[in-house]
């Protein structure tokens, strides 16, 4: 594994979790920043209704927001997904710092198994961070990979699966307006 | 609200326009000049964020219900200031930037305001002078990487209509883009005045 700067430009590089709403919203801003400004991602699909079940991990440099990841809490599995750093924040392995500061979490939490969802193209750097696919086999057709790798490496990951479907679609127990089913309004 | 005038069977875009007036709506403000400001323009959150966002109105515009531009604006006694106006990337093409500066300097006038006054950056000034604004005086400035000149638009107030201290009480409690229309608090007359809180402030007097 590659080196984790402590430090870029004399500015410390530090993560917290998203305790506050300010928080929170330097977390967003730089998901909006980064996949609705760079990639024309729209809105609603990249604040899908799944952020306020999540833990949102922020990284600073200095004070400035610079990097965040969401995860999501699963009965076997912990999903960090969202991952984001500012353009010139890249190359600092920021992302691994993050990823590292999830697994922690989730170890604390007592999850044994980080599940996320990636590109095709991703897949091997994926694999020199630890992580391998789910299902062995590639499928040609395979728009997006399941990968998981061990909250503690030294105890290798059972055989389980994550049924990629389930954690693609929206929380089953929201409507298409994010209210629950069943409220007064439905 | 303010919905455009579209052709009944076309298939055009639904522009919709609105103060932003809960705090879903102020996120995707604050989300959409993340996406700019901080994605293309690389302004720092600080910068970004200064601190300015409550003490402001935030108008935003939808197209087909997506969030697509928003502008901030800033209450001074004698000019309404027209800030942080963006247009997502991907309806940049859809003459959008007109249409929402008028409707923001129509919600400044219609609340009294007879300036509006804006930064503008260097390379906007001509679309700015074709739209009504002058450069205050030949300041150029800079902040946040771009050079900008201070322009000012006369407004042509109404003032038959402006809010004033002796308009309808029940007209200045409406939503600030609907001023024309009765408010929520107008249908809270039907309960009468109970004046629950009477005697908690007859005890404090005594």
């Known amino acids: 594994m590659s080196t984790i700067a402590l430090s870029i430009g004399g500015e410390a590089v530090t993560t917290k979790l998203a305790m506050r709403m300010e928080d929170s919203l330097q977390a967003f801003a730089v998901r909006a920043a980064c996949f609705i400004g760079e990639l024309d991602v729209p809105y609603s699909e990249e604040f899908d209704g799944h952020d306020f079940g999540a833990t949102h991990i922020i990284a600073y440099v200095g004070d400035e927001p610079a990097g965040t990841l969401r995860v999501r809490w699963f009965q076997s599995f912990a999903m960090p997904e969202r991952l984001a750093v500012i353009q010139r924040f890249r190359g600092h392995n920021i992302g691994q710092l993050l990823l590292e500061r999830c697994r922690k979490l989730a170890e604390s939490r007592g999850s044994n198994m980080l599940y996320a969802q990636v590109l095709p193209a991703d897949v091997k750097y994926w694999e020199k961070q630890g992580w391998r696919r789910l299902v062995a086999e590639r499928a040609d057709d395979q728009r997006i990979v399941g990968i998981v790798r061990a909250v503690d490496p030294s105890k290798p990951l059972p055989d389980v699966e994550a049924p990629e479907a389930v954690v693609l679609r929206r929380e089953a127990q929201l409507d298409a307006s994010g209210l629950p089913l069943g409220t007064a309004s439905n | ?206």
């Open chain 2, 1 to 206: 609200m303010t919905e455009a005038k579209t052709a009944g069977t076309t298939n055009r875009p639904v522009v919709t326009i609105k103060l932003a007036s809960t705090s879903d709506e102020l996120m995707q403000c604050y989300m959409l000049r993340a996406a700019v400001f901080m994605g293309e323009q690389h302004c720092p959150y600080w910068e970004e964020f200064d601190g300015n966002d409550y003490t402001a109105s935030h108008l935003m515009l939808y197209v087909d219900g997506e969030p697509a531009a928003s502008m901030r604006v800033r209450w001074f006694a004698s000019f309404a200031k027209l800030e942080r106006a963006i247009i997502l990337k991907r309806y940049r093409s859809y003459g959008l930037f007109v249409p929402f500066v008028d409707w923001a300097r129509d919600f400044c006038r219609k609340k009294g305001y007879a300036k509006a006054y804006l930064h503008a950056q260097h390379r906007l000034w001509p679309i700015f002078e074709r739209m009504g604004f002058r450069q205050v005086d030949d300041r150029v400035f800079h902040f946040s990487d771009h050079e900008y000149g201070a322009f000012v638009c006369d407004l042509a107030v109404d003032d038959k209509t402006m809010p004033t201290v002796f308009t309808d009480p029940m007209v200045l409690n409406r939503p600030e883009d609907r001023l024309e229309m009765p408010g929520i608090l107008e249908e809270s007359m039907d309960r009468g005045a109970s004046n629950p809180h009477a005697e908690w402030t007859e005890r404090r007097a005594n």
